[in-house]
């Protein structure tokens, strides 16, 4: 077995680390807010985030990854085979290892940041730092003001909303079945933009602005009728309260849920896969490659990790951003989830590197200060936020010393 076969199949191996750590952290909280809310149990989240994600991965996820050093580095300024193929895998064992110890900790990070980081360390080692994209780098860091600080707000007005038209009303149920329906028509819309423009399976719909519009008006009204007559018979009893306004949300909130961790084995795998697909092409053509083609069963390896990952450790990260930051009720948790998902689908949009993960903390915090100062654990949000500030050089330092002890083996 010659060397790039060998470091392909320990990349696999790397790359299911990082599926597997991916999982474990980023993905768990696309169901943090539903289990904090009590929607559904930490079992049930387990089950449909790994299975959504699984699918995903597969059936969404991109058959062309991104640029495969994520846009931090120059490829082509690295000219030798080996140091690239050395890098890559230094860094998807760097970038694992930094996200598993912050789940160990329950404490949310990005994968996304930490594959940088973790490139970012390599290419500086060998190629110095003209051949680190110091851009990019400054629209990470940021990122890490503008999406949290973007879905607290967008948090904070929807809660805020759903506050002012439904609890502060007299008929608390009428006016949850009215908005409810709502919400979840503008949930809906999201949802089809995001598919259209955000995942590998909308690029190849391409569809024109007109068609893709139609089809979400439709899906939109749709969604209307649909949760209207639904809503009609989830809550019968008009005294409910403020109960039957919980009710009301609870499913909308499961929905929107499964929407972000769908969402996210479409476009989160390549975190894990992009590397591993930089040492497929190394192996098979000796030549260095701007994009990677990704087979299907790498995409199922990434899926798998995934799925592996939140099933066997994601219950960690879900109590610390579905319950420890404020205490969530199903209102909260979706007005949470709209926060989170409508940072990412404009972030993306306007070409921003932000992270699902830094979107969810921002957006339970903002929906927290709705309710005044006193209602977030601010001691646990620093905590959160010292892992996210550390992220980047932890991975590129954790990189570096990899890349250096693996040098030393094969040369």
Known sequence: MDFYDLFFYLS????????????????ANSMASAVGA????????????????????????????????KGIIDPTAITDPRVMTLGMFSSLLAAGVWVLVATLTSLPVSSTHSIVGAILGFGFLVGGPEVVNWLKMGGIVMSWIISPFFAAIIGFL??????????????FIRQSKKWGAIWMALTCGLIMISFFYK???????DLSLGAAAAVCLVVMAGAWIVTRRGLEKLVPDPAAGAEGVEQVFRKMQIFTSCYVALSQGANDVANAIGPVAAVYVLAKTGMLAAKAEVPIFMLVIGGLGIALGIGLLGHKVMATVGEKITT???TRGFAVDIG?????LLASNLGLPVSTTHAAVGAVTGVGLA?????VDFGVLGRIVIYWVLTVPAAAFTSVLIYRILDWIVS
Do not use: W, Y
């Open 12 to 27: 696999m191996g790397g790359g299911l680390l990082m599926a597997f750590a991916l999982g474990a952290n980023d993905v």
């Open 38 to 69: 009590r929607a559904i149990t930490v079992r049930q989240a387990v089950l449909i985030a790994a299975l959504l994600n699984f699918v995903g991965a597969v059936l969404l996820g991109s058959q062309v990854t991104a640029t495969i050093s």
């Open 158 to 171: 929807v809660f805020s909303h759903i506050r002012k038209t439904i609890f502060v009303s007299h008929d």
């Open 199 to 205: 995942t590998p399976f909308g690029e190849r719909l």
């Open 328 to 330: 969530l009720t199903n």
């Open 340 to 344: 989170a998902a409508t940072t990412v």
């Open 371 to 375: 309710r005044g100062f006193k209602a």
